[in-house]
């Protein structure tokens, strides 16, 4: 029978060699029960020697993704800013380094209710965007914060798409998607708290989204207070042909530092989310994966996030 301290050994362990895991994946890994495995956890948690997660499909509920890079004249900054961060829609706003400074993430159910959040920001403001980047983010293949680790897997943690159902989320919905977009880490009795809803319709609500792939399962990793600079490499291909895209998957899928792969439609093919320790190390993985991909690259671009605005990284 093994002990406390045996399991939470076992557990870290798992975590340093496997990256981010759900509470299925390391009960099968560790030997013991789930309920075993998450009681042990939240001691982990207590101690900050782990971290926990939920990833957000909201594809699943048959909403698309909008990203858009621009730019802003400098006495409209603070009020943008803002108005975007109190959009319930907005799930990631960043200040970039070089052009197209500001980068915001949004979930709209079509493109016309996809570019009404940046109109009404202009007209709210009186602001007049410099050239913007618009592009909706087709699916995601996410790999999680491998390179903390040294891990090194073909096969991607999670593979969102888009779901060919359509769900319909009503209000409560929405604001418990809205606080898990800024805190992956809310209990049940949180979202009860911070939706004012009971803890039992906040349980029922949570395992709802769940069944409909609108959240993934809780994913555990090592936490690491080390700083990191996080960027965004924007591919363009020659050619959209399944070899090419392929060479895109595979080139990303061994990198330790590529931290998500998103296909994009509109004004570019591919944003690869990088992460690491310096700009320097981040430039040399931008070097590294336009070296792998040859000729394949019409045009690409490396944007540094200088800070997060809003939204949560992990």
Known sequence: ???????????????????????????????????????QLDQLLERRRVERAVMLNQRALGHHVFNVLFDLPRVSIKRALEFLERRPEVSWLAQNMGLRKFEVTYFAKDMIEGSKLIQSMGESIGVHFRDPIFAIEVETRHWGLRFLTGRESQKPVAHFVASKESREPDSIDVKILHLLRHDGDLSVQRVAKSAGISESTAKYRL?????????????????????????????????????????VI??????????????????????????????????????SILAALGKNVSRATMLVRNRVVAGREG
């Open 1 to 39: 029978m093994k002990n406390a301290n045996e399991i939470q050994l076992q557990i870290l362990g798992v975590l340093t060699t496997g990256g981010s895991r759900t509470i299925s994946d390391l009960s099968k890994q560790v030997g013991v029960k789930p309920h075993v495995v998450r009681y």
């Open 250 to 287: 595979e080139v990303c899928s061994h990198n330790l530092y590529v931290e998500e792969l998103i296909t994009g439609f509109g004004c570019w093919d591919y944003k690869v989310v990088l992460r690491a320790d310096t700009v320097n190390r981040l430039l040399e993985v931008e070097e």
């Open 207 to 247: 395992e709802r989204l769940r069944e409909w792939g609108a959240i993934s399962e809780e994913m555990y990793f090592l936490r690491s207070d080390h700083d990191f600079v996080q960027a965004q490499l924007v591919l363009n291909l020659k050619a959209r042909s399944r070899e090419h895209e392929q060479s």
